[in-house]
Structures are given as structure tokens and as C-alpha cells.
């Protein structure tokens, strides 16, 4: 029996290996849905395939196996972090999905809870004026009936009309009594004023004092004759 060599033993190692990664990619292609989990399966049926070498090969051509092997591993290995990746992003998008539809539908129920509330308030509103129009009618109504009790009935306009023709009417003021016509002082009318009092005055006030006494035809007398008539 031939001693195995080191290339060879690094080729069962990379077969083992690249088996590994194969089982594991399909421990969680179960944990996966629909496609992804169907093309992660391909992959390590493949990987397994190409690691299914014959230790006679491996004997042959160790680094041509472990090239092999390995290049089958990381395949496989990208392969199952890609179904992963994607897996875990559709999970975020259907949870980022189902959190907006959860949103969604709590933003209708309220719109709709507003809708309804607005729909009361008009309601509201309408049932209020209406009320407010009716009050209005009321009160001119009742406005009118208070003019009617208290606005004076037929018979009654008759008898205070009777009355007002029945008073008798105010007495006429007296006429004034005609005063007395003041007497003209004559031309012999004499005057309070003592006679050294006319001597002293002039000829125009003599007879200014002459037609304040009545006198007449003074206005050719001299200031004696003046002095004369009025003493």
C-alpha cells in the first residue's frame, strides 16, 4: 500500500470540504421558499458531484482535485450566502410591506372615523340653522301678536277721536286794550328844568328840549324866546 502524500491529503481535505458546504447549503435551502431554495439545492448537487472523485484520480492528479474541490466549495458557499441575502431582504420587504398595510389601513379608519365626524358636525351645523331660523319665525310672530293685543281696537279709536271732537277748544288770548295816545306837550308846556339851567344851554339844545316837549315852531324862535317857551 502507497504511503499518501501531502498533496493528497490536502485533496481529500478540500473534498471534504466542499462536501460540507454542499450539506450545509441544503440544511438551508429548507429554510427557504420557492426559488430560491430549488436553485441553492442545484448548487450543492452539483458541488457534491464534482467532489465525487475516485481515490485514483485523487492518486493521479491530488492538485488538479483540490483545485477542483475548492473551487466547488466557494461556489456553493456564494451560492447559499446569496439565498440567504435574498431570503432576508424579501423578509424585510414583505415586513416593510405588511407594517405600510397595517398603516395603510389605520390611516382609512381614520379618514373614515373623520369622514363620519365631519359628516355629524355638518349635520350638526344644518340642524342648528335650521333651529336658529325657525326661533327667528317664532320670534316675529310673536312680535306681531304683542301688536295686535296692544294695538287700539275699532270701537276704541272711535271714542278717543269722539273725545278729542268733544274738548273744548282753548280761549282766545285777549286782544290788547288800546293804550292811550300820550298828549303832545303844547307850545305852553314848561319844563322842569329851572330857568338858569335853559339860559345856560345853547340854541340847539333848547330845541332839542322844545321837540322833546312837543312844542311847535320853535325852530324860528330866537334863545330867548326859547328860554321863554320852555320856562
Do not use: C, H
Not at 501531502?6 to 481535505?13: E, L, N
Not at 275699532?154 to 273725545?163: I, N, P, R, S, Y
Amino acid at each position: 500500500m502507497s504511503k499518501t502524500t501531502k498533496a493528497q491529503r490536502t485533496a481529500f481535505d478540500a473534498i471534504d470540504d466542499a462536501a460540507a458546504a454542499a450539506k450545509q447549503a441544503r440544511k438551508v435551502a429548507k429554510t427557504l421558499p420557492g426559488k430560491n431554495a430549488k436553485k441553492l439545492r442545484e448548487v450543492a448537487a452539483e458541488t457534491l458531484d464534482d467532489v465525487d472523485v475516485s481515490k485514483k484520480a485523487i492518486r493521479r492528479a491530488p492538485a488538479k482535485v483540490t483545485k477542483k474541490a475548492q473551487r466547488a466549495e466557494e461556489r456553493v458557499r456564494k451560492a447559499t450566502r446569496t439565498a440567504i441575502a435574498k431570503a432576508e431582504k424579501k423578509a424585510r420587504l414583505r415586513a416593510e410591506a405588511e407594517r405600510a398595510a397595517v398603516e395603510a389601513e389605520r390611516a382609512a379608519q381614520e379618514a373614515k372615523a373623520r369622514n363620519a365626524e365631519a359628516k355629524s358636525l355638518k349635520k350638526l351645523a344644518a340642524k342648528a340653522e335650521r333651529a336658529a331660523a325657525k326661533a327667528e319665525l317664532d320670534a316675529l310672530a310673536a312680535d306681531r301678536t304683542l301688536e295686535e293685543q296692544f294695538a287700539p281696537q275699532g270701537d276704541d279709536v272711535d271714542a278717543a277721536a269722539a273725545a278729542e271732537s268733544s274738548e273744548p277748544a282753548p280761549a282766545a288770548e285777549p286782544a290788547p286794550k288800546p293804550t292811550a295816545a300820550r298828549k303832545r306837550p303844547t307850545a305852553t308846556a314848561t319844563s322842569a328844568a329851572p330857568p338858569t339851567d335853559l339860559a345856560a344851554l345853547t340854541v340847539v339844545q333848547l330845541r332839542e328840549r322844545a321837540r322833546a316837549a312837543g312844542a311847535t315852531g320853535y325852530s324860528r324862535l330866537t334863545k330867548a324866546e326859547l328860554v321863554a317857551l320852555l320856562s
